[in-house]
């Protein structure tokens, strides 16, 4: 029996509405397998999450535009993929900690 792990794990928005947090980076917390959220003192600081074993934060990109975690409403995520290893390389240099994709709502509908 081999155990095969993957290079991008995804999320959906509704799966994440229905989990009652603060912020996004604790409402990504045990949603996606090698992703981390780091907390200190009981509470969830924004934009501390690692994936896997890395101890940088990953690339973040929101619509396509870099950003961070702490602009975002969880409930305006229509999806998260996160990209590890391999599946990272095609952002370059600045994605050797890994990519976190977030598409929301809005991004879907305007042209």
Same mark, same amino acid.
């Given at each position: 029996?081999?155990? =095969? $792990?993957? @290079?991008?794990?995804?999320?959906?928005?509704?799966?994440?509405?229905?989990?009652? $947090?603060?912020? $996004?980076?604790?409402? =990504?917390?045990?949603?996606?397998p %090698?992703?981390?959220?780091?907390?200190?003192?009981?509470?969830?600081? =924004? *934009?501390?999450?690692?994936?896997?074993n890395?101890? @940088?934060?990953?690339?973040?990109?929101?619509? %396509?535009?870099?950003? $961070?975690?702490?602009?975002?409403?969880?409930?305006?995520?229509?999806?998260? @993929?996160v990209?590890?290893?391999?599946?990272?390389?095609?952002? %370059? @240099?600045?994605?050797?900690?890994? #990519? #976190?994709?977030?598409?929301?709502?809005?991004?879907?509908? *305007?042209?």
């Amino acid at each position: 029996k081999k155990n =095969l $792990t993957t @290079s991008i794990g995804t999320v959906s928005g509704e799966r994440l509405t229905k989990i009652p $947090t603060h912020n $996004t980076s604790e409402t =990504l917390s045990g949603q996606v397998p %090698g992703l981390r959220v780091l907390e200190r003192n009981g509470q969830v600081n =924004l *934009s501390e999450i690692y994936i896997r074993n890395f101890n @940088s934060p990953p690339l973040i990109l929101v619509d %396509g535009i870099e950003s $961070t975690l702490d602009e975002i409403d969880p409930n305006d995520i229509q999806s998260v @993929s996160v990209l590890k290893d391999a599946a990272a390389a095609i952002y %370059g @240099s600045r994605a050797g900690n890994g #990519v #976190v994709i977030i598409k929301t709502k809005r991004g879907k509908n *305007s042209k």
